[in-house]
Nanobody, 122 residues
Framework: QVQLVESGGGLAQAGGSLRLSCVAS????????MAWYRQVPGKQRELVAS????????ADSVKGRFTISGDYAKNTVTVYLQMNSLKPEDTAVYLCNVVIRRPGYPDGFYYWGNGTLVTVSS
């Protein structure tokens, strides 16, 4: 079993910065991917940033402003999202996602955190 705990959300002013962290702990052997998503009520969950096989990818709306990174230790992975030049439209609940290799799941098993709220004021 793997648990994800996010932190770092809060209130920021437009143009400011926040750094989100996500600690994934448990039985972790191989990470297929790590990602941050965001959810706004009434809208579809959006993939913000991801790392897969060492390659990062970003939504067009955050390119040049957000940076995803990860630290690895035995049975623990920490995923970060550095958010700079924040805009009011970045306001959302941000959810951490880690995809771990598991027997019977060709694409890996998806684990999710509960989310952390980011509010950006204008």
């Amino acid at each position: 079993q793997v648990q994800l705990v996010e932190s770092g959300g809060g209130l920021a002013q437009a143009g400011g910065s926040l750094r989100l962290s996500c600690v994934a702990s448990g039985t972790i052997f191989t990470i297929n991917a790590m990602a941050w998503y965001r959810q706004v009520p009434g809208k579809q969950r959006e993939l913000v940033a991801s790392i897969r096989s060492g390659i990062t990818d970003y939504a067009d709306s955050v390119k040049g402003r957000f940076t995803i990174s990860g630290d690895y230790a035995k049975n623990t992975v920490t995923v970060y999202l550095q958010m700079n030049s924040l805009k009011p439209e970045d306001t959302a609940v941000y959810l951490c996602n880690v995809v771990i290799r598991r027997p019977g799941y060709p694409d890996g098993f998806y684990y999710w955190g509960n989310g952390t709220l980011v509010t950006v004021s204008s």
